[in-house]
Antibody, heavy 119, light 107 residues
Framework: EVQLVESGGGLVQPGGSLRLSCAAS????????MSWVRQAPGKGLEWVSA????????YYADSVKGRFTISRDNSKNTLYLQMNSLRAEDTAVYYC????????????WGKGTTVTVSS | DIQMTQSPSTLSASVGDRVTITCRAS??????LAWYQQKPGKAPKLLIY???SLESGVPSRFSGSGSGTEFTLTISSLQPDDFATYYC?????????FGQGTRLEIK
């Protein structure tokens, strides 16, 4: 069964850092691009970042560029999102999502992990 | 960035109705469009990719059409399980964007 499980969310103060992880199973992880998508409370979906299967190409939304870093460890079947200089507006449920090879639509989603930025 | 605009924002309908949701792109995205369904407290679920390809396991009452800048998601006969929020997403560009969502509610 294809599965994605996020972890690492929590409460952090403004200006702080957090690293999210997404453990993948049930598919050849290195063959597929991956993305992070977030959803603020009561709001719509917002794409955050994406990474190619090899990890050689990365893409970021303007709202997080320079503060967030996406990476992957294909030997551990794990996707990461390092989040620095966190702001209140980064408060959201963060979803990890698998793409279909290098076509960046998302065919499998994790259940999400909640990040709350507040003092 | 490519902007995606959905209409309507909210749609009231009854079981058995045929409903259509529209998604417009700010520039041509060919057929690089996906549709998702999301229920409260749950992750989104892929329904349609490449504008009109039905994801495996999705009921055939869901269909997608369009190309270029205008796209539609149609549910041919609404079922109780279909009341949810629907999002379109373009992947013509690596800088992915979603529509703002359409909430489908019971009339």
């Amino acid at each position: 069964e294809v599965q994605l499980v996020e972890s690492g969310g929590g409460l952090v103060q403004p200006g702080g850092s957090l690293r999210l992880s997404c453990a993948a199973s049930g598919f050849t992880f290195s063959s597929y691009a991956m993305s992070w998508v977030r959803q603020a409370p009561g709001k719509g979906l917002e794409w955050v970042s994406a990474i190619s299967g090899s990890g050689g190409s990365t893409y970021y939304a303007d709202s997080v560029k320079g503060r967030f870093t996406i990476s992957r460890d294909n030997s551990k079947n794990t996707l990461y999102l390092q989040m620095n200089s966190l702001r209140a507006e980064d408060t959201a449920v963060y979803y990890c999502a698998k793409s279909w090879f290098d076509y960046y639509y998302m065919d499998v989603w994790g259940k999400g992990t909640t990040v709350t930025v507040s003092s | 960035d490519i902007q995606m605009t959905q209409s309507p924002s909210t749609l009231s309908a009854s079981v058995g109705d045929r409903v259509t949701i529209t998604c417009r792109a700010s520039q041509s995205i060919s057929s690089w469009l996906a549709w998702y369904q999301q229920k409260p407290g749950k992750a989104p679920k892929l329904l349609i990719y490449k504008a009109s390809s039905l994801e495996s396991g999705v009921p055939s009452r869901f269909s997608g059409s369009g190309s270029g800048t205008e796209f539609t998601l149609t549910i041919s006969s609404l079922q109780p399980d279909d009341f949810a929020t629907y999002y379109c997403q373009q992947y013509n560009s690596y800088w992915i964007t979603f529509g703002q969502g359409t909430r489908l509610e019971i009339k």
